[in-house]
T-cell receptor
Framework: AQTVTQSQPEMSVQEAETVTLSCTYDTSESNYYLFWYKQPPSRQMILVIRQEAYKQQNATENRFSVNFQKAAKSFSLKISDSQLGDTAMYFCAFKHTNAGKSTFGDGTTLTVKP | DGGITQSPKYLFRKEGQNVTLSCEQNLNHDAMYWYRQDPGQGLRLIYYSQIVNDFQKGDIAEGYSVSREKKESFPLTVTSAQKNPTAFYLC??????????????FGDGTRLSIL
């Protein structure tokens, strides 16, 4: 079974600075997808960024980028120029390409301070 | 706009009572999911369904039941057998294609409490 570990339950960052959230996973599969989701306080969970395991290039979405290290089974999320609206709980998720479900980490609560 | 609608937003259950949480989607997604989220914790999968009239148990199915009679709807019943039902419940859906990299879309959640 796959497991996803987010080792930082809580983090904080000053507005406009950069922060990195860590995620490691355990799998024996070689083909899979990785996701970061954002759950703002009292708001809907949404996708932040995704990465296909077969792609070597790290995914980037505006201020959000990942550092995907397949051999190390690591998938960290970097948020540049942090904004107050980035305050949320962030979940890392793993999905095997032939699976009908995803496995989520326990989440990291990020607070952006003014 | 397409999306997932969960109702009610807040729900209270009396001891020994069954309650049903609604989840409806108009995204034409095949797969639907129910998660439980406890304060400060991650998502734990209760049940999921990849096609109408079929569903599978997740990691914490005991005390819960589901049905999938229509593609758009995936209601969750919290039975009296679930002794600690107080939690935030999230419904999600996705295309259901096993080879798809499409993410899950989530509803706004239902917060269930015991009276």
């Amino acid at each position: 079974a796959q497991t996803v570990t987010q080792s930082q339950p809580e983090m904080s960052v000053q507005e406009a600075e950069t922060v990195t959230l860590s995620c490691t996973y355990d799998t024996s599969e070689s083909n899979y997808y990785l996701f970061w989701y954002k759950q703002p306080p009292s708001r809907q969970m949404i996708l932040v960024i995704r990465q296909e395991a077969y792609k070597q290039q790290n995914a980037t979405e505006n201020r959000f980028s990942v550092n995907f290290q397949k051999a190390a089974k690591s998938f960290s999320l970097k948020i540049s120029d942090s904004q107050l609206g980035d305050t949320a709980m962030y979940f890392c998720a793993f999905k095997h390409t032939n699976a009908g479900k995803s496995t989520f980490g326990d989440g990291t609560t990020l607070t952006v301070k003014p | 706009d397409g999306g997932i609608t969960q109702s009610p937003k807040y729900l209270f259950r009396k001891e020994g009572q069954n309650v049903t949480l609604s989840c409806e989607q108009n995204l034409n997604h095949d797969a639907m999911y129910w998660y439980r989220q406890d304060p400060g914790q991650g998502l734990r999968l209760i049940y999921y369904s990849q096609i109408v009239n079929d569903f599978q148990k997740g990691d914490i199915a005991e005390g819960y039941s589901v049905s999938r009679e229509k593609k758009e709807s995936f209601p969750l019943t919290v039975t009296s057998a679930q002794k600690n039902p107080t939690a935030f419940y999230l419904c999600a859906s996705t295309t259901g294609e096993r080879l798809s990299n499409q993410p899950q879309h989530f509803g706004d959640g239902t917060r269930l409490s015991i009276l």
